[in-house]
């Protein structure tokens, strides 16, 4: 089998994979590292400071001297620890977290694989890197890495729902177009590209705003990033499983970490704002060179990584109670909801607006679930009253 | 070869026993070197064991080894977040002692210096809680940034930007700066514009409202006996501010009244002290009105204190709740026996029963929300 790349003709399947590979992952991990220094950077602005400064111009090798940093740092294993489980963790976390680069439409016709499932895919590895999570915490012998993991392990599970759920709304409604303008358009695709080429007139934002909105709030529960950054909470668990990792195993749950938060930009750009073919089209007459296409996924995906930034340097931390009530009566039965209303605008055929305005109800709807639940809490798990009272008994 | 069944497990072998966590003396939300065990059942706290002492010195033994005026600085070092305050109920004993006739200059800047340590101190809380909520050190910069200008201002005054030292037995070590007056001022605008910030940050965000609220309740009838104080007192509905039930300095003729809140709950904490902070701004203003040039220390100082024999206990309201000094003169230059009542000591007694019940980032939050300073728990 031979395939084709860059206008080569005539190369083997597995080194051009592997050509892909190296490429997107090398290519992936510096733009990670320069992500972390954006991080930094923005984050200080939020907070009226500067940021990193002193290395490189603007601090931009302050990634590399991190790294640098870590990579000479003693590696050390507490004594009690379970050696293969915490020695192992961190591959667990990193691989399924650079296994899902595999899928993601860079630009037109040029990615790693055109996966017929690639979004059955995507979803399967990332889901993968939860193991990861609990072996850390219960590799460590730690207290706090053991509630750290437990909780990611409750998080992780209970915001894959909504998140495929989010992800099959779109899925089931796309509007693939055919091979040219004149083909017939068939509905429904779990193919990226199909997903991107689908909204080269209007991006899928328009016709789901609930299930945009869904996703990103999914998607920060998956990074495990604030307000659902409970694993980790630096004020409670004191960075949960990674407690007790140093040094190089501790900079790959880092990278891990930074390079999901890339893809999961990468992936909402291709699903929700159009990936390369919004505004550009698909079918006009010169197709935009590829450097412009890369230009608008980056700005996309930059959007997405600027409002994670931003919704951290504002927000607080959730209750763990609060959190899974969330994913569970809230974001579940709104998605549950969305999925039918797609299904019967499939089935009849009806008009798409429909969905839009469906869409913007349902996020009237969230946002008064979110302030009913504010105005009404549960009912305390149990007063200092009553746990006496079941002591006595 | 036979095969014996296996019994069906009963429920008895499933018992699962609570779980020990350590927080601190390490730990990034114990506000110092305090040290908790709490016993978790899943995330729920089910008993908690505070240890104090990590941070004992002996401040009070100190404090009678040296004479009235050395004992100043160690008290700025039992509260080094208002050590204005700590400062003030020191001098004021000694005072009470040797019937010093305080001049109204001094009592006027020494009301100003302590409403704006109040300030700076309320504003140390806001941002240290927020940092407990889980927000990634926005409300700490925030609030960082209002606590040093009312920082810079101490350092103009009294040379140092913690351990003031500025008070003394009958006045002040020395005469403010020229520009005190619109420095203060400016203060008070950019602390005015921090409140506002705070609002718009915490005061109104969902999250901080669903983490906050009914949280850590604590009755009034509760925090009577256990003997809370300021803020964490007012916060259960209680209106006792030392400031207004038996004024010191001229509290009596400014116009103000104590701040309370009705839940008891993490919250009202919050709120209440947000609040303090603009009703000290108020305060500062109508004492810069009534502020009146002349001398900041009596005629007739001796060089060296001697105090009649006697005993005074002096408390005020400090930022943290009544900061109490009480000394025992047999005569000489020192005090024959101090003992500082600590407002943090006594209300850190709440916190098992605030916490049990809770979860276990609400314990964290209760901590923070009591506002100890570890150096004052144990001196």
């Known amino acids: 089998m031979s395939t084709e790349i860059f206008g080569i003709e005539d190369v083997n399947v597995w080194v051009d994979a592997l050509i892909r590979v190296l490429l997107v992952v090398g290519f992936m991990t510096v733009v990670v590292m320069g992500l972390i220094w954006i991080e930094r950077k923005v984050l200080a602005r939020f907070q009226q400071r500067l940021g990193p400064t002193r290395t490189g111009p603007i601090g931009l090798l302050q990634s590399v001297a991190d790294a640098l940093k870590l990579v000479g740092k003693e590696d050390l294993r507490p004594r009690n620890a379970d050696p293969w489980t915490f020695e192992l963790a961190p591959y667990l976390v990193f691989i399924p977290v650079f296994l899902g680069f595999v899928i993601v439409p860079f630009v037109l016709d040029w990615q790693i694989r055109i996966l017929e499932l690639g979004l059955l895919y995507f979803v399967a590895v990332s889901g993968v890197n939860i193991v990861g999570w609990i072996m850390a915490g ?133 699903v929700f704002l159009g990936g390369w073919a919004w505004p550009f089209g698909i079918w006009m007459d010169d197709a935009p060179p590829r450097w412009a296409q890369a230009l608008v996924v980056a700005g996309k995906a930059s959007l997405f990584i600027f409002l994670v930034i931003w919704v951290r340097a504002s927000v607080p931390r959730l209750r763990i109670d609060q959190l899974m009530g969330f994913s569970w009566k809230i974001l579940l039965p709104l998605m549950l909801v969305q999925v039918l209303v797609n299904g019967l605008v499939l089935v009849y055929d009806w008009p798409e607006i429909i969905l839009t305005v469906v869409g913007l109800f349902g996020i009237v709807a969230l946002f008064a679930m979110v302030e009913r639940a504010v105005r009404h809490p549960r009912p305390r798990p149990m007063t200092a009253a009553q746990l006496q009272g079941e002591a006595a008994s | 070869m036979v095969v014996e069944a296996s019994t069906p497990f009963e429920a008895s072998e499933f018992e699962t026993q609570d779980l020990l966590i350590n927080v601190g003396p390490q730990h990034p939300s114990t506000h110092g070197v305090f040290r908790m065990v709490l016993e978790i059942d899943g995330e729920v706290v089910k008993d908690l064991v505070p240890y104090i002492g990590y941070l004992h010195r002996g401040a009070e033994k100190l404090c009678e080894n040296n004479d009235f005026r050395q004992g100043i600085g160690y008290m700025d070092r039992t509260e080094y977040l208002a050590a204005h305050n700590a400062e003030l109920s020191y001098v004021m004993a000694v005072e009470a002692l040797a019937e010093i006739e305080v001049p109204e200059r001094a009592q006027w800047i020494r009301m100003i210096l302590c409403e704006l340590n109040r300030i700076s101190s309320h504003f140390m809380f806001l941002g ?252």
């Open chain 2, 128 to 379: 240290a809680f927020g940092v407990d909520v889980g927000v990634f050190g926005t409300p700490f910069i925030y609030a960082w940034r209002e606590r040093e200008t009312v920082i810079d201002l101490f350092e103009e005054i009294s040379g140092d930007r913690m351990m003031y030292a500025y008070f003394r037995a009958g006045g002040l070590a020395w005469e403010v700066p020229t520009n005190f007056v619109e420095r203060v001022q400016q203060v008070l605008k950019s602390a005015r514009q921090g409140v506002k910030d705070f609002d718009g940050l915490l005061t109104e965000n969902e999250i901080f409202i669903a983490r906050t609220k009914g949280v850590g309740v604590i009755s009034a009838e509760d925090a009577i006996e256990i003997g809370m104080s300021g803020p964490s007192l007012r916060a259960s509905g209680v209106p006792l501010d030392l400031r207004k039930t038996e004024p010191y300095l001229y509290y009596d003729q400014l116009d103000f009244e104590p701040i309370t809140a009705e839940g008891g709950d993490v919250f009202d904490r919050y709120l209440v002290r947000l609040q303090e902070i603009s009703q000290s701004i108020d305060l500062i203003e109508q004492c810069l009105d009534r502020l009146q040039d002349g001398p900041i220390v009596p005629e007739k100082m001796p060089r060296m204190l001697r105090l009649p024999e006697g005993e005074v206990y002096m408390r005020t309201e400090a930022p943290r709740g009544e900061y109490g000094v009480y000394m025992v003169s047999k005569g000489g230059n020192k005090p024959h026996r101090l003992k500082v009542r600590s407002a943090c000591l006594s209300n850190l007694q709440a916190l098992k029963q605030m916490s049990v019940g809770q979860y276990v980032a609400d314990a964290i939050i209760i901590l923070g929300s009591i506002d100890i300073v570890l150096s004052e728990v144990d001196r």
């Open chain 1, 138 to 270: 219960w590799g460590s012998d730690n207290r706090y890495a053991m509630i750290g993991g437990m909780r990611a392990a409750a998080q992780g599970i209970s915001y894959e729902l909504p998140l495929v759920l989010s992800l099959l709304a779109v899925a089931m409604v796309v509007e693939v177009p055919g091979t040219d303008a004149s083909a017939e358009a068939a509905r429904g695709s779990l193919n990226l590209n199909e997903i991107v080429a689908s909204q080269h007139e209007v991006p899928n934002i328009v016709w789901q705003p609930l299930v945009t909105v869904v996703f990103f709030i999914a998607a920060l529960a998956e990074l495990n990033r604030t307000p659902f950054d409970i694993p980790v909470g630096e004020s409670e668990v004191v960075g949960g499983p990674f407690v007790e990792y140093s040094g190089i195993r501790w900079s790959m749950f880092f990278l891990a970490e930074y390079a999901a938060l890339l893809i999961m930009a990468l992936v909402f750009a291709a």
